[in-house]
Protein backbone atom coordinates (compact mmCIF):
# COMPACT_ATOMS: atom_id res chain seq x y z
CA UNK A 1 0.00 0.00 0.00
CA UNK A 2 1.20 3.27 -1.11
CA UNK A 3 2.46 5.77 1.65
CA UNK A 4 -0.23 8.92 1.59
CA UNK A 5 1.72 12.53 1.03
CA UNK A 6 0.61 15.75 0.39
CA UNK A 7 3.09 16.60 -2.80
CA UNK A 8 3.15 14.75 -5.91
CA UNK A 9 5.99 12.81 -6.03
CA UNK A 10 7.77 12.68 -9.52
CA UNK A 11 10.54 10.19 -10.03
CA UNK A 12 13.89 9.85 -12.87
CA UNK A 13 15.05 6.43 -13.33
CA UNK A 14 17.53 5.79 -15.67
CA UNK A 15 18.55 2.11 -17.50
CA UNK A 16 22.50 2.61 -15.93
CA UNK A 17 24.66 4.89 -14.47
CA UNK A 18 24.94 7.87 -16.78
CA UNK A 19 21.85 7.91 -18.66
CA UNK A 20 21.13 11.24 -17.41
CA UNK A 21 18.87 11.53 -14.81
CA UNK A 22 20.36 14.17 -12.58
CA UNK A 23 20.38 16.66 -15.53
CA UNK A 24 16.99 15.24 -16.62
CA UNK A 25 16.06 15.94 -12.91
CA UNK A 26 17.66 19.38 -12.51
CA UNK A 27 15.85 20.67 -15.51
CA UNK A 28 12.11 19.11 -13.99
CA UNK A 29 12.98 21.04 -10.92
CA UNK A 30 13.64 24.05 -12.87
CA UNK A 31 10.30 23.65 -15.10
CA UNK A 32 8.00 23.04 -11.85
CA UNK A 33 9.25 26.15 -9.83
CA UNK A 34 8.76 28.58 -13.19
CA UNK A 35 5.40 27.03 -13.31
CA UNK A 36 4.90 28.34 -9.78
CA UNK A 37 5.03 24.82 -7.53
CA UNK A 38 6.74 25.23 -4.27
CA UNK A 39 9.80 22.09 -5.85
CA UNK A 40 12.66 20.53 -4.02
CA UNK A 41 14.91 17.48 -5.31
CA UNK A 42 15.55 14.24 -3.47
CA UNK A 43 17.79 11.38 -3.60
CA UNK A 44 17.71 8.75 -1.11
CA UNK A 45 21.47 7.55 -1.45
CA UNK A 46 24.20 9.05 -3.45
CA UNK A 47 27.33 7.65 -4.08
CA UNK A 48 30.06 10.69 -5.39
CA UNK A 49 32.97 12.13 -3.73
CA UNK A 50 31.78 15.97 -4.51
CA UNK A 51 29.69 17.17 -1.83
CA UNK A 52 28.95 20.60 -0.39
CA UNK A 53 28.09 21.89 2.86
CA UNK A 54 24.46 23.55 3.11
CA UNK A 55 23.83 26.82 5.22
CA UNK A 56 21.80 24.25 7.81
CA UNK A 57 25.33 22.39 8.14
CA UNK A 58 24.48 19.19 6.44
CA UNK A 59 27.03 17.41 4.03
CA UNK A 60 24.64 16.41 0.70
CA UNK A 61 25.87 15.75 -3.08
CA UNK A 62 26.84 18.55 -4.45
CA UNK A 63 24.40 17.25 -7.42
CA UNK A 64 21.15 17.62 -5.38
CA UNK A 65 22.64 20.84 -4.65
CA UNK A 66 22.74 22.18 -8.23
CA UNK A 67 19.07 20.41 -8.68
CA UNK A 68 18.05 22.77 -5.75
CA UNK A 69 19.35 26.25 -7.57
CA UNK A 70 17.81 25.12 -10.25
CA UNK A 71 14.35 25.08 -8.04
CA UNK A 72 15.19 28.44 -6.85
CA UNK A 73 15.78 27.29 -3.01
CA UNK A 74 18.41 26.65 -0.41
CA UNK A 75 19.39 23.13 -0.04
CA UNK A 76 19.48 20.97 2.71
CA UNK A 77 20.21 17.85 4.79
CA UNK A 78 16.80 16.03 4.37
CA UNK A 79 17.46 16.46 0.44
CA UNK A 80 19.76 13.91 0.18
CA UNK A 81 19.97 11.64 3.39
CA UNK A 82 22.81 9.69 2.84
CA UNK A 83 25.80 10.29 1.01
CA UNK A 84 28.59 7.57 0.42
CA UNK A 85 32.47 8.52 0.18
CA UNK A 86 33.97 5.85 -1.14
CA UNK A 87 37.86 5.53 -0.04
CA UNK A 88 38.73 2.42 -1.18
CA UNK A 89 39.97 -0.55 0.05
CA UNK A 90 36.61 -1.90 0.98
CA UNK A 91 35.84 0.97 3.10
CA UNK A 92 33.66 4.13 2.52
CA UNK A 93 32.57 7.02 4.35
CA UNK A 94 28.93 6.87 5.53
CA UNK A 95 27.27 10.18 5.92
CA UNK A 96 23.39 10.69 7.45
CA UNK A 97 21.41 13.36 7.61
CA UNK A 98 24.47 15.60 6.71
CA UNK A 99 26.78 14.13 9.17
CA UNK A 100 29.55 11.63 8.57
CA UNK A 101 29.42 8.21 11.07
CA UNK A 102 32.63 7.58 9.95
CA UNK A 103 34.79 5.24 7.70
CA UNK A 104 33.08 2.16 7.19
CA UNK A 105 33.41 -1.44 5.86
CA UNK A 106 31.13 -1.79 2.74
CA UNK A 107 29.35 -4.63 5.03
CA UNK A 108 29.31 -2.30 7.63
CA UNK A 109 27.40 0.81 5.48
CA UNK A 110 25.21 -1.97 4.25
CA UNK A 111 24.33 -3.48 7.90
CA UNK A 112 23.89 0.12 9.00
CA UNK A 113 21.36 1.07 5.78
CA UNK A 114 19.56 -2.23 7.18
CA UNK A 115 18.61 -1.17 10.17
CA UNK A 116 18.11 2.43 9.69
CA UNK A 117 17.85 3.20 5.84
CA UNK A 118 14.32 3.10 5.91
CA UNK A 119 13.65 5.09 8.74
CA UNK A 120 15.69 8.17 7.69
CA UNK A 121 14.38 7.88 4.10
CA UNK A 122 10.47 8.12 5.16
CA UNK A 123 11.33 10.86 7.58
CA UNK A 124 13.42 12.64 4.95
CA UNK A 125 10.01 12.35 2.98
CA UNK A 126 7.47 13.23 5.05
CA UNK A 127 9.27 16.53 5.78
CA UNK A 128 9.90 17.39 2.44
CA UNK A 129 5.76 16.68 1.50
CA UNK A 130 4.86 18.81 4.18
CA UNK A 131 7.00 21.98 2.81
CA UNK A 132 6.96 21.47 -0.89
CA UNK A 133 4.41 20.67 -3.48
CA UNK A 134 6.41 18.53 -5.37
CA UNK A 135 9.54 16.21 -4.64
CA UNK A 136 11.48 15.67 -7.77
CA UNK A 137 13.09 12.31 -6.87
CA UNK A 138 16.38 11.06 -8.78
CA UNK A 139 16.85 7.65 -8.45
CA UNK A 140 20.40 5.31 -7.99
CA UNK A 141 22.15 3.58 -11.63
CA UNK A 142 19.34 1.31 -11.55
CA UNK A 143 16.11 -0.05 -10.43
CA UNK A 144 16.50 -3.67 -12.17
CA UNK A 145 19.52 -4.70 -10.36
CA UNK A 146 18.06 -7.81 -9.44
CA UNK A 147 20.61 -9.62 -7.25
CA UNK A 148 20.24 -6.52 -4.83
CA UNK A 149 16.71 -5.66 -5.00
CA UNK A 150 15.67 -5.96 -0.75
CA UNK A 151 18.91 -3.25 -0.48
CA UNK A 152 17.82 -1.06 -2.91
CA UNK A 153 16.70 1.73 -1.38
CA UNK A 154 16.82 4.63 -3.68
CA UNK A 155 14.83 2.59 -6.58
CA UNK A 156 13.11 -0.37 -5.71
CA UNK A 157 12.48 0.77 -1.48
CA UNK A 158 10.53 4.31 -3.05
CA UNK A 159 8.63 2.38 -5.69
CA UNK A 160 6.65 -0.21 -3.52
CA UNK A 161 6.72 2.29 -0.75
CA UNK A 162 5.45 5.57 -2.71
CA UNK A 163 4.15 4.20 -6.20
CA UNK A 164 5.71 7.92 -7.67
CA UNK A 165 4.63 8.55 -11.40
CA UNK A 166 7.82 7.48 -12.30
CA UNK A 167 9.74 8.47 -15.98
CA UNK A 168 12.79 6.04 -16.88
CA UNK A 169 15.86 7.48 -19.24
CA UNK A 170 18.33 5.65 -21.26
CA UNK A 171 21.30 7.01 -22.86
CA UNK A 172 20.98 6.02 -27.08
CA UNK A 173 25.04 6.28 -26.92
CA UNK A 174 25.12 3.11 -24.97
CA UNK A 175 23.28 1.28 -27.64
CA UNK A 176 20.38 -1.04 -27.53
CA UNK A 177 18.36 1.51 -26.23
CA UNK A 178 14.64 -0.40 -26.30
CA UNK A 179 16.35 -3.35 -25.31
CA UNK A 180 17.18 -1.36 -22.46
CA UNK A 181 14.16 -0.02 -21.69
CA UNK A 182 12.26 -2.89 -21.95
CA UNK A 183 14.17 -5.31 -20.14
CA UNK A 184 14.50 -2.39 -17.02
CA UNK A 185 10.90 -2.27 -17.12
CA UNK A 186 10.29 -5.70 -17.06
CA UNK A 187 12.64 -6.00 -14.30
CA UNK A 188 11.81 -3.54 -12.01
CA UNK A 189 9.25 -4.05 -8.85
CA UNK A 190 6.35 -2.03 -9.20
CA UNK A 191 6.70 -1.07 -12.51
CA UNK A 192 3.17 -0.09 -12.72
CA UNK A 193 4.65 3.24 -11.47
CA UNK A 194 7.24 3.80 -14.53
CA UNK A 195 4.60 5.97 -16.60
CA UNK A 196 6.81 6.90 -19.19
CA UNK A 197 10.41 6.87 -20.85
CA UNK A 198 12.75 9.09 -22.10
CA UNK A 199 15.54 8.43 -24.71
CA UNK A 200 18.92 10.46 -24.61
CA UNK A 201 21.41 12.04 -26.23
CA UNK A 202 20.09 11.51 -29.84
CA UNK A 203 21.98 12.46 -32.50
CA UNK A 204 19.75 13.30 -35.64
CA UNK A 205 16.24 12.91 -36.42
CA UNK A 206 14.36 11.56 -33.99
CA UNK A 207 11.49 10.54 -36.27
CA UNK A 208 13.71 7.20 -36.92
CA UNK A 209 12.80 6.24 -33.14
CA UNK A 210 9.02 6.22 -33.59
CA UNK A 211 8.43 2.78 -34.97
CA UNK A 212 10.48 1.20 -31.87
CA UNK A 213 8.88 3.87 -29.77
CA UNK A 214 5.26 2.31 -30.80
CA UNK A 215 6.23 -0.89 -30.07
CA UNK A 216 7.81 -0.56 -26.65
CA UNK A 217 4.60 1.62 -25.85
CA UNK A 218 2.61 -1.37 -26.64
CA UNK A 219 4.90 -4.17 -24.88
CA UNK A 220 4.35 -1.41 -21.71
CA UNK A 221 2.69 0.71 -19.61
CA UNK A 222 5.14 3.45 -20.19
CA UNK A 223 4.37 6.26 -23.33
CA UNK A 224 7.56 8.20 -24.86
CA UNK A 225 7.57 11.73 -23.03
CA UNK A 226 10.35 12.81 -25.70
CA UNK A 227 13.98 12.21 -27.54
CA UNK A 228 16.44 14.42 -26.09
CA UNK A 229 19.18 15.53 -28.47
CA UNK A 230 22.60 15.26 -27.82
CA UNK A 231 24.14 18.69 -25.88
CA UNK A 232 27.03 19.84 -26.58
CA UNK A 233 29.81 21.25 -24.46
CA UNK A 234 27.15 21.42 -21.18
CA UNK A 235 29.53 23.45 -18.39
CA UNK A 236 27.34 22.51 -15.26
CA UNK A 237 29.05 20.71 -12.23
CA UNK A 238 29.70 16.66 -12.60
CA UNK A 239 27.91 14.63 -10.44
CA UNK A 240 30.73 11.70 -9.63
CA UNK A 241 34.29 10.89 -10.75
CA UNK A 242 32.97 9.83 -14.48
CA UNK A 243 32.35 13.29 -15.13
CA UNK A 244 35.62 14.15 -14.50
CA UNK A 245 37.66 11.53 -15.89
CA UNK A 246 39.46 12.96 -18.35
CA UNK A 247 41.02 16.50 -18.34
CA UNK A 248 38.68 19.23 -20.14
CA UNK A 249 41.02 20.70 -22.36
CA UNK A 250 44.72 19.28 -23.71
CA UNK A 251 47.83 21.16 -23.32
CA UNK A 252 46.20 24.17 -21.21
CA UNK A 253 47.12 27.37 -18.31
CA UNK A 254 46.06 24.92 -15.65
CA UNK A 255 47.37 21.46 -13.81
CA UNK A 256 45.59 19.43 -11.80
CA UNK A 257 47.41 16.79 -9.58
CA UNK A 258 45.27 13.75 -9.79
CA UNK A 259 46.60 11.86 -6.85
CA UNK A 260 44.86 8.51 -6.27
CA UNK A 261 42.58 9.62 -3.89
CA UNK A 262 41.57 12.46 -4.93
CA UNK A 263 38.00 13.70 -4.02
CA UNK A 264 35.97 17.42 -4.54
CA UNK A 265 36.82 16.69 -8.02
CA UNK A 266 34.15 19.31 -8.65
CA UNK A 267 36.68 22.40 -7.91
CA UNK A 268 37.82 22.80 -11.82
CA UNK A 269 34.15 23.57 -12.46
CA UNK A 270 34.47 27.75 -12.87
CA UNK A 271 37.43 27.16 -15.10
CA UNK A 272 35.60 26.28 -18.63
CA UNK A 273 32.97 28.26 -17.69
CA UNK A 274 34.97 31.25 -17.59
CA UNK A 275 37.08 29.70 -20.70
CA UNK A 276 40.05 28.59 -18.79
CA UNK A 277 41.33 25.40 -19.99
CA UNK A 278 43.03 22.83 -17.97
CA UNK A 279 44.68 19.30 -17.79
CA UNK A 280 45.29 16.65 -15.06
CA UNK A 281 48.86 14.98 -14.05
CA UNK A 282 49.16 11.87 -12.66
CA UNK A 283 52.57 10.95 -13.16
CA UNK A 284 56.02 12.68 -14.04
CA UNK A 285 55.74 14.51 -16.97
CA UNK A 286 58.47 17.65 -17.05
CA UNK A 287 57.55 19.00 -20.65
CA UNK A 288 52.82 18.67 -19.62
CA UNK A 289 54.19 20.75 -16.40
CA UNK A 290 55.75 23.07 -18.20
CA UNK A 291 52.83 24.59 -20.11
CA UNK A 292 50.74 25.02 -16.79
CA UNK A 293 51.04 28.73 -15.38
CA UNK A 294 48.56 27.56 -12.14
CA UNK A 295 49.40 23.92 -10.17
CA UNK A 296 46.14 22.75 -8.11
CA UNK A 297 46.59 20.20 -5.60
CA UNK A 298 42.74 19.65 -4.69
CA UNK A 299 41.19 17.79 -1.28
CA UNK A 300 42.33 13.98 -0.79
CA UNK A 301 40.41 11.20 1.47
CA UNK A 302 43.80 9.90 2.53
CA UNK A 303 46.66 12.86 2.72
CA UNK A 304 49.14 10.42 3.45
CA UNK A 305 48.80 7.95 0.83
CA UNK A 306 48.41 10.72 -1.91
CA UNK A 307 51.55 12.42 -0.52
CA UNK A 308 53.40 9.62 -0.45
CA UNK A 309 52.38 9.27 -4.17
CA UNK A 310 53.80 12.43 -5.17
CA UNK A 311 57.27 11.44 -3.49
CA UNK A 312 57.61 8.35 -5.26
CA UNK A 313 56.43 9.10 -8.35
CA UNK A 314 58.55 12.14 -8.67
CA UNK A 315 55.76 14.81 -9.13
CA UNK A 316 56.74 16.32 -5.68
CA UNK A 317 60.02 17.04 -7.36
CA UNK A 318 58.91 19.03 -10.32
CA UNK A 319 55.97 20.97 -8.17
CA UNK A 320 58.80 21.79 -6.07
CA UNK A 321 61.23 23.46 -9.59
CA UNK A 322 57.89 24.99 -10.52
CA UNK A 323 57.81 26.70 -7.07
CA UNK A 324 61.29 27.85 -7.09
CA UNK A 325 60.65 29.86 -10.50
CA UNK A 326 57.41 32.17 -9.32
CA UNK A 327 55.21 29.48 -10.90
CA UNK A 328 51.52 29.53 -9.12
CA UNK A 329 50.43 26.67 -7.31
CA UNK A 330 47.49 26.01 -5.04
CA UNK A 331 46.32 23.98 -2.75
CA UNK A 332 42.69 23.21 -1.42
CA UNK A 333 41.76 21.22 1.75
CA UNK A 334 44.07 17.75 1.58
CA UNK A 335 46.33 19.86 -0.96
CA UNK A 336 47.19 22.67 1.31
CA UNK A 337 47.84 20.34 3.79
CA UNK A 338 50.06 18.30 1.52
CA UNK A 339 51.87 21.95 0.45
CA UNK A 340 52.59 22.77 4.16
CA UNK A 341 55.52 21.75 6.78
CA UNK A 342 54.00 18.87 8.85
CA UNK A 343 50.89 16.88 9.13
CA UNK A 344 50.43 15.92 12.81
CA UNK A 345 47.92 12.33 12.90
CA UNK A 346 47.23 9.50 14.84
CA UNK A 347 48.08 5.82 13.24
CA UNK A 348 45.46 3.52 14.30
CA UNK A 349 47.67 0.53 14.20
CA UNK A 350 50.62 1.24 16.20
CA UNK A 351 48.33 3.63 18.05
CA UNK A 352 50.37 6.65 18.66
CA UNK A 353 50.54 10.10 17.08
CA UNK A 354 53.12 10.96 13.85
CA UNK A 355 54.24 13.67 11.97
CA UNK A 356 54.24 13.57 8.37
CA UNK A 357 56.42 15.95 6.59
CA UNK A 358 54.63 18.24 3.87
CA UNK A 359 56.29 19.44 0.76
CA UNK A 360 57.21 22.75 3.14
CA UNK A 361 55.94 25.10 0.55
CA UNK A 362 54.15 26.94 3.06
CA UNK A 363 54.80 27.68 6.51
CA UNK A 364 51.96 26.07 7.67
CA UNK A 365 51.65 22.99 10.46
CA UNK A 366 48.63 20.94 10.52
CA UNK A 367 46.50 18.22 13.58
CA UNK A 368 44.01 15.60 12.37
CA UNK A 369 41.11 15.61 14.48
CA UNK A 370 38.48 13.21 15.48
CA UNK A 371 35.34 15.68 14.18
CA UNK A 372 34.83 16.62 10.85
CA UNK A 373 34.61 19.89 10.50
CA UNK A 374 31.71 21.31 8.33
CA UNK A 375 31.12 24.86 8.00
CA UNK A 376 29.80 27.10 5.19
CA UNK A 377 30.79 30.70 4.87
CA UNK A 378 31.37 33.97 3.36
CA UNK A 379 34.41 34.68 2.12
CA UNK A 380 36.88 37.13 0.48
CA UNK A 381 40.40 38.43 -0.49
CA UNK A 382 42.15 39.56 2.66
CA UNK A 383 42.73 43.66 2.60
CA UNK A 384 46.46 42.84 2.09
CA UNK A 385 45.79 41.59 -1.20
CA UNK A 386 43.44 43.86 -2.08
CA UNK A 387 41.36 46.82 -0.99
CA UNK A 388 37.66 45.87 -1.92
CA UNK A 389 36.91 42.16 -2.43
CA UNK A 390 33.99 40.64 -3.63
CA UNK A 391 32.40 38.33 -1.05
CA UNK A 392 30.91 34.91 -2.20
CA UNK A 393 29.97 31.44 -0.20
CA UNK A 394 32.23 28.60 0.31
CA UNK A 395 32.20 26.14 2.20
CA UNK A 396 34.96 23.75 4.56
CA UNK A 397 34.83 19.72 5.07
CA UNK A 398 38.02 18.30 6.72
CA UNK A 399 39.28 17.34 9.59
CA UNK A 400 42.72 18.44 9.99
CA UNK A 401 42.88 21.61 11.46
CA UNK A 402 45.50 24.39 11.19
CA UNK A 403 47.93 24.46 14.66
CA UNK A 404 50.40 26.80 13.00
CA UNK A 405 50.20 29.55 10.35
CA UNK A 406 53.09 32.21 9.66
CA UNK A 407 52.25 32.79 6.36
CA UNK A 408 50.25 35.82 5.00
CA UNK A 409 46.31 35.05 5.53
CA UNK A 410 44.55 34.37 2.24
CA UNK A 411 41.14 35.15 2.69
CA UNK A 412 39.11 37.24 5.17
CA UNK A 413 35.39 35.35 5.84
CA UNK A 414 32.61 35.50 8.37
CA UNK A 415 34.48 33.89 10.96
CA UNK A 416 38.11 35.87 10.66
CA UNK A 417 41.38 35.13 8.88
CA UNK A 418 41.88 31.87 6.55
CA UNK A 419 44.32 30.08 4.60
CA UNK A 420 47.78 30.76 3.65
CA UNK A 421 50.04 33.20 0.81
CA UNK A 422 53.72 32.35 0.91
CA UNK A 423 56.16 35.51 1.01
CA UNK A 424 56.95 35.61 -2.40
CA UNK A 425 53.43 35.82 -3.40
CA UNK A 426 53.18 32.25 -5.39
CA UNK A 427 52.21 29.23 -2.95
CA UNK A 428 48.56 29.82 -2.02
CA UNK A 429 46.74 27.28 0.72
CA UNK A 430 42.66 27.02 1.55
CA UNK A 431 40.69 24.74 3.32
CA UNK A 432 37.49 26.46 1.73
CA UNK A 433 35.97 24.32 -1.31
CA UNK A 434 34.59 26.82 -4.23
CA UNK A 435 37.47 29.13 -3.37
CA UNK A 436 37.21 29.36 -7.50
CA UNK A 437 34.19 30.58 -7.81
CA UNK A 438 35.15 33.46 -6.30
CA UNK A 439 36.20 35.69 -9.59
CA UNK A 440 38.49 38.15 -7.34
CA UNK A 441 40.74 35.12 -6.60
CA UNK A 442 40.79 33.73 -9.57
CA UNK A 443 41.65 36.78 -11.36
CA UNK A 444 44.63 37.45 -8.77
CA UNK A 445 46.20 33.95 -9.21
CA UNK A 446 45.32 33.86 -12.99
CA UNK A 447 46.67 37.14 -14.04
CA UNK A 448 42.43 37.54 -15.56
CA UNK A 449 40.61 40.21 -16.17
CA UNK A 450 37.02 38.52 -15.67
CA UNK A 451 34.18 40.21 -14.08
CA UNK A 452 31.48 37.93 -14.41
CA UNK A 453 29.41 36.38 -11.71
CA UNK A 454 30.20 31.86 -11.48
CA UNK A 455 26.66 32.08 -10.21
CA UNK A 456 25.29 33.57 -12.48
CA UNK A 457 26.54 32.25 -15.10
CA UNK A 458 25.73 29.00 -13.89
CA UNK A 459 22.29 29.84 -13.28
CA UNK A 460 22.50 30.81 -17.26
CA UNK A 461 23.93 27.17 -17.83
CA UNK A 462 20.92 25.86 -15.86
CA UNK A 463 18.56 27.76 -17.56
CA UNK A 464 19.89 26.90 -21.55
CA UNK A 465 20.24 23.15 -20.52
CA UNK A 466 17.11 22.97 -18.87
CA UNK A 467 15.43 24.49 -21.71
CA UNK A 468 17.04 22.08 -24.29
CA UNK A 469 15.48 19.02 -22.11
CA UNK A 470 11.70 20.05 -21.19
CA UNK A 471 11.37 21.37 -24.91
CA UNK A 472 12.46 17.76 -25.99
CA UNK A 473 9.43 16.46 -24.01
CA UNK A 474 5.90 16.49 -24.44
CA UNK A 475 5.31 18.13 -20.38
CA UNK A 476 1.81 18.29 -21.07
CA UNK A 477 1.89 14.43 -20.72
CA UNK A 478 2.71 15.07 -16.91
CA UNK A 479 -0.50 16.68 -16.50
CA UNK A 480 0.61 18.66 -13.44
CA UNK A 481 -1.46 22.52 -12.70
CA UNK A 482 -0.70 24.67 -10.37
CA UNK A 483 -3.26 25.59 -8.11
Not at 112 to 139: M, N, P
Not at 285 to 304: E, T, Y
Amino acid sequence: MAMTLTARLVMVLGTASGSGKSTIAMALCRMFSEQGFRVSPFKAINISLNSIVTRDGSEIARAQWLQALAAGIMPEGRMNPYLIKYEGRCKGQLIENGKSLGSMTYKQISGHLDLHGKEQIRSAIDYLSRHFDVIVIEGSGSPAEINRESEDYANTFILNEYFPEAIIASDIEFGGVFAALYGTYLLTENNDSIKWFVINRMRGNPSVLRKGSDILENLTNMKLLGVIPRIENILLPGEDGNDYAKSRYFGSDVCIIRYPMMENLSEVDPLPVFGINYFYLDRANDSLIKSARLIILPGSKDVPEDLKFLKESGIEKLIQERAKIGVKILGICGGYQILGKEISLKDTRRKEEIALEGLGLLETKFAYSTEKKLENLIFGLTSEIKDKSTKTEGYEIHYGDVVENSDTPLFETSRGKEGSMNHSGNIFGTNIHGCLENTDFLNFIMGTDIQKSYAKELDREIKRISTIIIESMEISKLNLKAS
